[in-house]
T-cell receptor, first 115, second 111 residues
């Protein structure tokens, strides 16, 4: 079974631009969560989508948004990029049969650099 | 106070050593406890998963949770150079689906 895939793997943008990252979950998985990983803050939860609806949201500004499609694939968008948005963005998928108990499987991440 | 605190290390041990990795957490609502391993330039992979207090063993790995002291541990026996990675503790609880992570401990096992 193929794992979680994320595209692109690397991205370089300049301040003020916007960016869209893509995540394809494991086949059959209906929940997709997004996390930001930085050396200073570690892994921080951005949001979770299930059945095309945002179910949980972390403490990030409104510049960070996402969506999920009917095939469970998800995208996240960051508008008006800031230098501090440079990070590894990780996507995780799970079956979400039972809340909080399902294993989350992570993709390799998208490394975003903002210049 | 961070919800999950983890000593970032780095931790360097000789091959064959027993490794102890630890986290503390502050939120009593956390019920599910996980350890992830992250190799350089890779996403985290789940190593161990524990519900509530107790021990869980899987091969060379043992996870312990003490809810009374809000303490989470991972022990690695007979450590191998291939265990060299960053180890992240994570928790979740209640009805939300958010994982709260420690900052990770960088472990190096020297041959």
């Amino acid at each position: 079974k193929a794992g979680v895939t994320q595209t692109p793997r690397y991205l370089i943008k300049t301040r003020g631009q916007q960016v869209t990252l893509s995540c394809s979950p494991i086949s059959g998985h209906r929940s997709v969560s997004w996390y930001q990983q930085t050396p200073g803050q570690g892994l921080q939860f951005l949001f979770e989508y299930f059945s095309e609806t945002q179910r949980n949201k972390g403490n990030f500004p409104g510049r960070f948004s996402g969506r999920q499609f009917s095939n469970s694939r998800s995208e996240m968008n960051v508008s008006t990029l800031e230098l501090g948005d440079s990070a590894l963005y990780l996507c995780a998928s799970s079956l979400r049969v039972q809340t909080s108990t399902d294993t989350q499987y992570f993709g390799p991440g998208t490394r975003l650099t903002v210049l | 106070q961070k919800e999950v605190e983890q000593d970032p290390g780095p931790l360097s041990v000789p091959e064959g050593a027993i490794v102890s990795l630890n986290c503390t957490y502050s939120n009593s609502a956390f019920q599910y406890f996980m350890w992830y391993r992250q190799y350089s330039r890779k996403g985290p992979e789940l190593l161990m998963y524990t519900y509530s207090s107790g021990n869980k063993e899987d091969g060379r790995f043992t996870a312990q949770v003490d809810k009374s002291s809000k303490y989470i541990s991972l022990f690695i026996r007979d450590s191998q150079p291939s265990d060299s990675a960053t180890y992240l503790c994570a928790t979740s609880g209640g009805s939300n689906y958010k994982l709260t992570f420690g900052k990770g401990t960088l472990l190096t096992v020297n041959p």
